[in-house]
């Protein structure tokens, strides 16, 4: 059964920082991508961050610079390192497992949340002074 847990959410002032996690389980295919996304109130679902079991990653424009994915192989954790925290980015964030895939020898990352089919419960972010 796979299993995704996230966690590392919390308050923190504009230009903070915090870093959320993602611990992982039951899936050991190798073409994975773990995908972040966060929702704000009123608003739809969107993609922050990816990252590929190959260490390739995607970043939406508006955290370009600012977030950052990683991942622990050993530890079947992924993180997203998130500074210079604004108001706008309050949401509940939330990660997902899906699949990469490759058309005509390039990599295609998943950014579409219809693309993912495993979902961790989200973690609230808050950015407020």
């Known amino acids: 059964e796979v299993q995704l847990q996230a966690s590392g959410g919390g308050l923190v002032r504009p230009e903070g920082s915090l870093r959320l996690s993602c611990a992982g389980s039951?899936?050991?295919?190798?073409?994975?991508?773990i995908g972040w996304f966060r929702q704000a109130p009123g608003k739809e679902r969107e993609v922050v961050s990816v990252i590929t079991s190959d260490d390739f990653t995607y970043y939406a424009d508006s955290v370009k610079g600012r977030f950052t994915s990683s991942s622990d192989k050993a530890k079947n954790t992924n993180y997203l390192q998130m500074n210079n925290l604004k108001p706008e980015d309050t949401a509940v964030y939330y990660c997902?497992?899906?699949?990469?895939?490759?058309?005509?020898?390039?990599?295609?990352?998943?950014?579409?949340?219809?693309?993912?089919?495993?979902w961790g419960q989200g973690t609230q972010v808050t950015v407020s002074s």
């Open positions: 039951g899936f050991i295919f190798d073409d994975y991508a």
């Open positions: 997902a497992l899906g699949r990469t895939d490759t058309v005509m020898n390039k990599l295609v990352i998943p950014t579409s949340a219809g693309d993912y089919h495993f």
